[in-house]
Structure formats: C-alpha cells, structure tokens
C-alpha cells in the first residue's frame, strides 16, 4: 500500500503538483516527495545552505577522508553544524568564521536543526 494513497496531491522539490488517487502510483519514480509545500521549501532551503557550506569548504581546504583518519590532524566544522550526520569539515581554522558571515547564523542553526 502507499503511504501517499490518501493524499489528494503532495510536492515535489521542483514545487510541481502532483495528483494522486492510484495506489499502485509509484511515488520513488519521481523523486523525493512531500506532504505540504512547506515541507518541500524547507527542504530546499537545506540544501541550499549545504550546497554553501560545500562551497566554503572547498574553497579553504575541505578535510579528505584521509585527513578525517588522521587524529593529528585540526578540523574545522561551522559553529552549528559539528553534531550533524554529515558534517562537512575543513581544515582551515577560520571555516566557522567564514561560514558565519557568509550563510548568516539564523540558516546555520536551521541546517543543524533540519531533519533529512
């Protein structure tokens, strides 16, 4: 059974509108999908704020996976986001700093909060 049958419509990240009554619908054919719009926009909002923390880091030093097996080695994650699963680290100590000023602390603080 799908967990969308009883929905008369649900979003998309493309913010198109979908409608459904079919239970035989295949919902993963499309993507990731939403109950309300704004599930949707929160969620493009997260990745937007990620896709700015990649850029930060990358710019400054991303740590590598062979920098994150290193103990000795300082890493760096924004002031929010160092409990997160998927942390983005870098090695440059003024990547929280950085990530501060340039994404603001009020979408840093909703990217750490945000459930994926």
């Known amino acids: 059974m799908n967990k969308y ?6 979003y998309t990240l493309d913010e198109n509108l979908f409608y459904t009554l079919d239970e035989n619908f295949d919902v993963k054919a499309i993507g990731k ?26 710019r400054l030093g991303r740590a590598s996976k062979e920098d994150m ?17 998927g942390t983005i680290f870098c ?9 501060n000023k340039e994404i603001g602390k009020e979408d840093l603080i909703f990217y750490s909060k945000y459930q994926v």
């Open 91 to 99: 090695l440059s100590e003024n990547f929280p700093d950085v990530c």
């Open 5 to 10: 049958e009883k929905l008369e419509y649900f």
């Open 69 to 85: 097996q290193n103990p000795y080695i300082a890493k760096y994650c924004s002031y929010y986001d160092c409990n997160c699963d």
């Open 33 to 58: 999908v939403f109950k309300t719009e704004k599930e949707a926009r929160e969620h493009i909002r997260y990745i937007k704020i990620r896709a700015k923390i990649v850029d930060i880091a990358n």
